[in-house]
């Protein structure tokens, strides 16, 4: 039988807005508990240079997220990597988070468990991802200053990459197998930079290198023609996928899976919260993470305060 603990918060998710949650949440002195079966820091973990986080001129992702670890384990936090989650009971009081080892009984779950970009499908992504394979054209755009750049996607994410990498790019192509489906006014700024050129209809379907990327071979839909182009990085945009699977009989989610909650970070379950990119929301950036991560943690301990003045 597993062994059944209480806990004042769990957080699932130990990126940048779970472990800013712990953080806080270890501040006020409570019990708190994050759960992560995946990398600690999420996807920022492998960002080579952010530029754009207060406080850092420049900064690895993997320091940031340690530096925030660090800070969230001193004030009390235990930060658990290896228990992977089986099943979540929210709507029972208190919580029940199920993994592998435990069960924990929980006042209030903090879910922050991110989502992941869709990888490219070839069997050589996982030997280039962070040597020419990016998923973060912010964290490590500034690396191909001068350099020939490709982004694979068609939507606004990958036009907007585009469109932002230009400044660094030397030449850039970007590549997507159907037709664009970016809003007109990035598109149309896009179009007009003469170092871009736009590949429709057209499939990535190999990378090559030794140590690091050096082409990708693509196949024109239309044509018939395979090409080989020389670059030096491709940044990836095929769209995401929040890590809500676990939630889904729980809490209604978004059409593209995500959680509603407001700026509040409350979702429709008292005592539950949702921060991060997994919440839903217009703007996800790294200090947004972490607003969401601290509005949680101390909404989170009002909640528990009231709670307690119940019993």
Do not use: W
Not at 113 to 121: E, V
Not at 239 to 263: H, S
């Amino acid at each position: 039988m597993k062994e059944r603990i209480h806990k004042d918060v769990v957080i699932i998710g130990a990126g940048m807005a779970g472990l800013t949650a712990a953080l806080y949440c270890g501040r006020m002195n409570l019990d708190t508990l994050v759960l992560e079966n995946g990398l600690i820091g999420g996807q920022i973990a492998n960002a080579t240079d952010i530029e754009n986080y207060p406080g850092f001129v420049s900064v690895k992702g993997g320091d940031l997220i340690a530096t925030v670890q660090t800070q969230a384990e001193n004030f009390g936090a235990v930060i658990d990597e290896f228990d992977e989650i089986e099943k979540v009971s929210l709507k029972t009081s208190p919580k029940i988070i199920e993994t592998q080892e435990k069960i924990y009984e929980a006042d209030v779950v903090i879910i922050a468990s991110g989502m992941n970009r869709r990888k490219l499908p070839l069997p050589e992504e996982k030997k280039f991802s962070g040597r020419g394979v990016h998923y973060c054209e912010l964290c490590d755009g500034h690396a191909y200053d001068g350099k020939i750049i490709a982004v694979a996607g068609g939507g606004n994410a990958a036009v907007d990459a585009a469109n932002f990498l230009t400044k660094y790019a030397k030449k850039l192509y970007l590549i997507h197998r159907s037709e664009l489906r970016a809003d007109d006014f990035s598109q149309k700024r896009l179009r007009a930079n003469e170092k871009v050129t736009i590949m429709l209809q057209t499939d990535i379907k190999a990378l090559r290198g030794d140590k690091r990327l050096e082409e990708v071979e693509v196949f024109d839909k239309k044509s018939g023609e395979v090409k080989t182009l020389s670059i030096d990085g491709i940044f990836v945009n095929i769209g995401v996928e929040p890590n809500t699977q676990l939630f889904k009989d729980e809490l209604t989610l978004t059409a593209g899976g995500r959680i509603p909650a407001g700026e509040d970070c409350k979702t429709e379950i008292a005592g539950v919260f949702a921060a991060g990119d997994v919440r839903e929301k217009e703007i996800r950036q790294l200090t947004t993470a972490a607003a969401d991560g601290t509005t949680a943690a101390l909404l989170a301990e009002k909640y528990l305060a009231k709670l307690h003045e119940t019993k």
